[in-house]
C-alpha cells in the first residue's frame, strides 16, 4: 500500500487477533488491504462488541480483577493489542479472553474443542506476558450460553506462533505475500477476493483442500495445553 506522494506506508503492528490466521491474510492486514464485510457480519461485530463490554462489567463487579483492555506490546516482535481482562486467581495473573460465535459455530466448539484462532491468540498473550494460565470464555450470540476453556503456556504452540508472527514481518516488510493457506476458512474470509479470481474458484479450491494445514504444521494438537471447563459464568 502507498501513501501521499506514492511512498509505501510503514506496515501495520501484528495485532494477536491474527495469531491463529492465516499467514496470507495476516500480512495483507499488516499491509492495511481492505475487507470486504457484509452488513451480516458488521451487524455480528457490533453484537459482539456489545456483549465484550457487559462481560467486562461483569468482571469488574466480581472483585480479583488486575485490569480491563491492558495494553500488550512487543516492539522486538512488532506486536501490539489488548488484552480483555486480567485477574488474580490462586495467587497468580491469568488472562482472560471473550469470544462470542454464532449459534451453529457454537454447537460445533461444544462438540470439538475451541477453534485454533481463539486459542492462539490467548498463547499469544500468554507467551508475551509469561503468565502460565488464561481462560478462554466463548459465547453463543445465538442463546447466551457460555463455553469455558482453561489455556495454559505449551512452548510447541509458542514458537510456532512466534515463528508465524516473524514470517508476517517478513513479507510485510518486503512488501510481498505468502503463498496461500486453502482451507474451510476461505468460504469466511473478508478478503478472499485477494487469492481467487471468483467464488468458483474459491470454492474449488476448498473442495480439494478443506483442512488448515500451515507450515509447519500446528504442533500436537491442543490436548494437552488446554482443560474445558463446562458451561456458565467464569469463575
Known amino acids: 500500500m502507498r501513501g501521499k506522494g506514492g511512498t509505501k506506508r510503514a506496515p501495520r503492528t501484528f495485532s494477536p487477533s491474527l495469531a491463529g490466521a492465516c499467514l496470507r491474510y495476516a500480512t495483507m492486514d499488516r499491509l492495511r488491504f481492505g475487507r470486504q464485510i457484509d452488513q451480516a457480519s458488521r451487524a455480528a461485530m457490533q453484537e459482539g462488541g456489545r456483549r465484550h463490554r457487559r462481560f467486562q462489567a461483569e468482571l469488574v463487579q466480581g472483585g480479583d480483577l488486575i485490569a480491563v483492555e491492558q495494553v500488550i506490546k512487543d516492539d522486538a516482535l512488532g506486536v501490539s493489542g489488548r488484552m480483555d481482562a486480567v485477574r488474580w486467581f490462586n495467587g497468580r495473573p491469568q488472562v482472560i479472553e471473550f469470544k462470542t460465535v454464532d449459534g451453529e459455530r457454537f454447537a460445533w466448539i461444544r462438540q470439538h474443542g475451541p477453534l485454533v484462532a481463539h486459542v492462539a491468540q490467548l498463547a499469544l498473550y500468554l507467551a508475551l506476558t509469561h503468565y502460565e494460565q488464561g481462560v478462554l470464555v466463548v459465547e453463543s450470540r445465538a442463546s447466551d450460553e457460555h463455553l469455558e476453556f482453561v489455556v495454559s503456556r ?64 500446528l504442533p500436537g494438537g491442543s490436548g494437552d495445553a488446554i482443560e474445558a471447563m463446562g458451561q456458565g459464568r467464569i469463575s
Not at 197 to 211: M, Y
Open 154 to 217: 505449551h512452548q510447541e504452540w509458542e514458537n510456532w506462533l512466534l515463528a508465524r508472527i516473524r514470517l508476517s514481518e517478513e513479507a510485510a516488510r518486503e512488501h510481498r505475500l505468502p503463498a496461500r493457506e486453502v482451507s474451510l476458512n476461505c468460504l469466511s474470509c473478508d478478503r478472499w477476493q485477494r487469492c481467487f479470481t471468483d467464488q468458483a474458484a474459491r470454492e474449488a479450491a476448498v473442495a480439494e483442500h478443506p483442512g488448515w494445514e500451515p507450515e509447519p504444521p
